[in-house]
Nanobody, 117 residues
């Protein structure tokens, strides 16, 4: 049973930073692509960043240059460093694991990030 648990959310003022992390269990983490998504109130869930099993990152244009995704395969954990936060970054942030071997996608329960102006 794959489980993803996000941590690190909270409230911060604009211009501040937060680090999110997502601990995975029950998966072949080192072979999986990992991603962060976010969902603001009343809006759809949007992709934020992803990192391949080989460590190659990709970012949505809205966060490029401000957010950094990384992974530690020894700890089965993926991180999202968020700098220069803006009020429009406010959302619930979700961790996603894509297991290409089984073609299955898994989600965490999310962690709230609130950025005040």
């Amino acid at each position: 049973q794959v489980q993803l648990v996000e941590s690190g959310g909270g409230s911060v003022q604009a211009g501040g930073f937060l680090i999110l992390w997502c601990a995975a269990s029950g998966s072949r983490f080192s072979f999986a692509n990992m991603a962060w998504y976010r969902q603001a109130p009343g809006k759809q869930r949007d992709w934020v960043a992803s990192i391949t099993s080989g460590g190659s990152p990709n970012y949505a244009d809205s966060v490029k240059g401000r957010f950094t995704i990384s992974r530690d395969n020894a700890k089965d954990t993926v991180y999202l460093q968020m700098n220069s936060l803006r009020p429009d970054d406010t959302a619930v942030y979700y961790c996603n694991l894509w297991d290409g071997l089984s073609s299955r996608s898994y989600w965490g329960r999310g962690t709230q990030v609130t950025v005040s102006s």
